[in-house]
């Protein structure tokens, strides 16, 4: 979208390129080889919503994004997840690894003993399939990786 404007941007126009300038960046098969870079797209898609989010970000072996997908949606603290339905859609799209996600609207960036078990039944189930599951990342004030904190 193309603003002509006779002086200087509105604060609503500048969030509206730099989402656009964040989305042309990590396009379907741009690669995420750095948790700072997965973090801060993810910071991005997450970031500053009123409930909870469940997201996968669909991977190829060269950790090549093939798709980003908000799978599960929630309450302000609670969001059902349900690995069948991860494990569908990472055959549909021929993934061999994810990155699992999801906010925390409270600003919370600790892990809880629900996020801690569903991540593990996630990756039980998936490497049932040859899927490996890169990480868990939590979008809250301060973003926290399960593979940088030894949870995964």
Do not use: W
Not at 29 to 49: E, I, W
Not at 130 to 152: C, M, N, Q, R, W
């Amino acid at each position: 979208m193309e603003y002509v404007t006779t002086g200087p941007l509105t604060a609503d126009q500048v969030l509206e390129k730099a989402i656009e300038v964040i989305d042309a960046r990590y396009c379907t098969g741009a690669k995420f080889t750095s948790s700072q870079a997965t973090k801060d797209y993810l910071k991005h898609k997450l970031g500053g919503l009123e409930r909870e989010v469940f997201a996968v970000m669909f991977m190829d072996n060269q950790h090549a994004l093939i798709e980003y997908n908000e799978m599960f949606f929630g309450t302000i603290d609670a969001a059902s997840v349900y690995p069948r339905e991860i494990i569908k859609q990472a055959l549909k799209v021929n993934a061999a690894a994810v990155i699992l996600a999801h906010n925390h609207p409270s600003g919370l960036s600790e892990a809880s003993i629900a996020d801690k078990q569903v991540t593990e039944r996630i990756k039980k189930a998936l490497a049932l399939i040859d899927i490996t599951v890169l990480d868990h990342i939590i979008i809250a004030k301060e973003p926290l990786s399960f593979a940088e904190t030894g949870l995964l």
